[in-house]
């Protein structure tokens, strides 16, 4: 068992600010894994308390004070097994054909978040002990895809698996060493497939060096410099945008998602400021594979009271008034800014990109 991160390629990058959790604890399932108990292993070096549970039932000490419950769960780790309604996947366009999980939930604290729409109860960061199950189970899927595999321009792409839905996988990857096994997997499964994660973390010295057979693509999630304030807990840009360049360096396709895309004042020099540092990255690297994903901030009325309970002082711009009312596929309602907004905005960061970074593919704009 490899108990910390190597550095492989010898690089000059800052060493990455590592999450350590104030608490963990794994599941009575989670300790017959020997991922699991790795896990706990690793955890325990870097000095987390670890606790073993004599259940699978995962539960936090009770408070009636909101803000230390938040405190509380985001700082806790859970390793757990995924059972088998979570090792089955869904689709998820724009982006994958399918998704998988090898975590759920976040330790860091963006104002933004997408995850405040899509996982219910306490904050706590779980991920799966199960990992050679959940990536056993998904040869199933392949050539089955119904997003990038149906669309024109991707499917020479594979079938496409997100890892990065519910969780940030790289975030904990000195504790899990789960992504690394998943780029294991891919780099050794002769067929056309993909695995993808976006990120907002800059330690990806487990990553370097691994046999990922070019079926990898790491996109690094960053923003317009003024917004990065909005995203405790997660790494420094320049260090994300350098952990992207080894990356590319190290033959993985790479990918820029620019999220949540916001009209701040100075919106168009602000990103298109952000754009001119990937390129000055990105300079020069052979092989460069490099695509973009567009994507304008967003919200629901229940992503809204999550956010605005977890951060009461947030000055985030979530102002009904100033947006347009849309219907989800599933019939519930979400605020994005209105059409002609829109429009300048996809126009001008489309023509941004091709003018500053023209060997990027844009994926797509939402
Ligand atoms: S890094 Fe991503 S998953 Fe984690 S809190 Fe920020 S937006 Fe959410």
Known sequence: MDLLPKHSDGGLARAPKLWRPRRVVITRSALTWAHGREIAARAALLGSEVLELATDRVTLPKSSDERAAYKTAKSTLAIVVAPPGKRRLQPIPPSADWRFDLAEGCHAHCQYCYLAGSLAGAPITRVYANVEEILAGLADYVGQGSVTSASEARAQ????????????PLGVEHLTGSLSEAVRFFGAWEAPVQLRFTTKFDGVEPLLGLAHGRRVRVRMSVNAAPLIRFEGGTS????????????????????????PIQPIDGWREAYHALFAQVATELQGIADLDLTAELITHRFTPKSKAVLQGWYPGTVL????????????KFGSTKFVYPAPLMREMRDTLSAMLDQQLPSARLLYWT
């Open 157 to 168: 792409e594979g079938t496409t698996f997100e890892a990065s839905c519910y969780a940030d």
């Open 236 to 259: 420094a840009l320049a260090d994300r945008l350098t952990a992207l360049g080894r990356l590319a360096r190290d033959g993985y396709r790479v990918g820029l998602t620019v999220a």
């Open 317 to 328: 711009d979530l102002d009904e008034q100033r947006r347009s009312r849309k219907l989800t």
